[in-house]
Antibody, heavy 117, light 107 residues
Framework: EVQLVESGGGLVQPGRSMKLSCAASGFTFSDYDMAWVRQAPTKGLEWVATISYDGSSTYYRDSVKGRFTISRDIAKSTLYLQMNSLRSEDTATYYC??????????WGQGVMVTVSS | DVQMTQSPSYLAASPGESVSISCKASKSINTYLAWYQEKPGKTSNLLIYSGSTLQSGTPSRFSGSGSGTDFTLTIRSLEPEDFAVYYCQQHNEYPLTFGSGTKLEIK
């Protein structure tokens, strides 16, 4: 059974940093592209970033480019999202997903990130 | 960016009925449209990708159609577990974009 378990969220002040992790199990992590998708309170879903199966390629939405970094540790079957210079508009639940052909086939339960002073 | 316009935003129906949800793209996305189901306390569930291909495990009462800019999700003979929020998503190009969601409630 595919399992994606996010961690690392919480309350952070504007301008500070936070790193999210996603522990993957139940599939061969090194075979899959991975992504982060977020959902702000009472809002819809928003794609954040994607990383290729081997980590060689990354893609970001414009609003996080230069501030967020997606990465993966294949040995640990773990996906990361390093978030710097956080803004109030980054407040959201962040979901870790597997991605195939640019759609999202398995999702985690999500982790909440609140950016507030 | 490709804007995805989903309608209706709210839909009330009874078990056994059939419903349709529309998703329109601001430009052609070929057939690269996915549908998801979201339920409280559960992980989001991919139902359909590439417009009409059912993900493994998706019941056959779900179907997707369309190409270019206009797409439809149809659920035939609603079951109690189908009452949820549904999202469309274009998977043709970056940035990947979602519709605003349709909440399907029991009438």
């Amino acid at each position: 059974e595919v399992q994606l378990v996010e961690s690392g969220g919480g309350l952070v002040q504007p301008g500070r940093s936070m790193k999210l992790s996603c522990a993957a199990s139940g599939f061969t992590f090194s075979d899959y592209d991975m992504a982060w998708v977020r959902q702000a309170p009472t809002k819809g879903l928003e794609w954040v970033a994607t990383i290729s199966y081997d980590g060689s390629s990354t893609y970001y939405r414009d609003s996080v480019k230069g501030r967020f970094t997606i990465s993966r540790d294949i040995a640990k079957s773990t996906l990361y999202l390093q978030m710097n210079s956080l803004r109030s508009e980054d407040t959201a639940t962040y979901y870790c997903t597997t991605t195939a052909l640019y759609y999202f086939d398995y999702w985690g339960q999500g982790v909440m990130v609140t950016v507030s002073s | 960016d490709v804007q995805m316009t989903q309608s209706p935003s709210y839909l009330a129906a009874s078990p056994g009925e059939s419903v349709s949800i529309s998703c329109k793209a601001s430009k052609s996305i070929n057939t690269y449209l996915a549908w998801y189901q979201e339920k409280p306390g559960k992980t989001s569930n991919l139902l359909i990708y590439s417009g009409s291909t059912l993900q493994s495990g998706t019941p056959s009462r779900f179907s997707g159609s369309g190409s270019g800019t206009d797409f439809t999700l149809t659920i035939r003979s609603l079951e109690p577990e189908d009452f949820a929020v549904y999202y469309c998503q274009q998977h043709n190009e970056y940035p990947l974009t979602f519709g605003s969601g349709t909440k399907l409630e029991i009438k």
